[in-house]
């Protein structure tokens, strides 16, 4: 069964950190460019990060620039967002896709989420 499997959300503080992860099941992620989506309440989904499966290049948002850092571990078939320095307004549900052939592509497979909270 192919999946997608995003953890580690949860709550935190103003200017703290999370790692999130995204775990595939049924494929290979070596060949998918992966992107970080989120969706605040009330709001439309917008893309967070991407990293490309070709060349490793990453693609990320002006509002997460500086703060959050994608990457990739094929053998593991994951990949991670780093998030420091969080802010009240990166409270969201996030999600992980695999896209083809690139970066802002069609996606083929989403996750269900994780929620992330930042709050004092």
């Known amino acids: 069964q192919v999946q997608l499997v995003e953890s580690g959300g949860g709550l935190v503080q103003p200017g703290g950190s999370l790692r999130l992860s995204c775990a595939a099941s049924g494929f290979t992620l070596d060949y998918y460019a992966i992107g970080w989506f989120r969706q605040a309440p009330g709001k439309e989904r917008e893309g967070v990060s991407c990293i490309s499966s070709s060349d490793g290049n990453t693609y990320d948002a002006d509002s997460v620039k500086g703060r959050f850092t994608i990457s990739r571990d094929n053998a593991k078939n994951t990949v991670y967002l780093q998030m420091n320095s969080l802010k009240p307004e990166d409270t969201a549900v996030y999600y992980c896709?695999?896209?083809?052939?690139?970066?802002?592509?069609?996606?083929?497979?989403w996750g269900k989420g994780t929620l992330v909270t930042v709050s004092s």
């Open positions: 896709a695999a896209e083809t052939p690139d970066c802002g592509y069609a996606v083929d497979y």
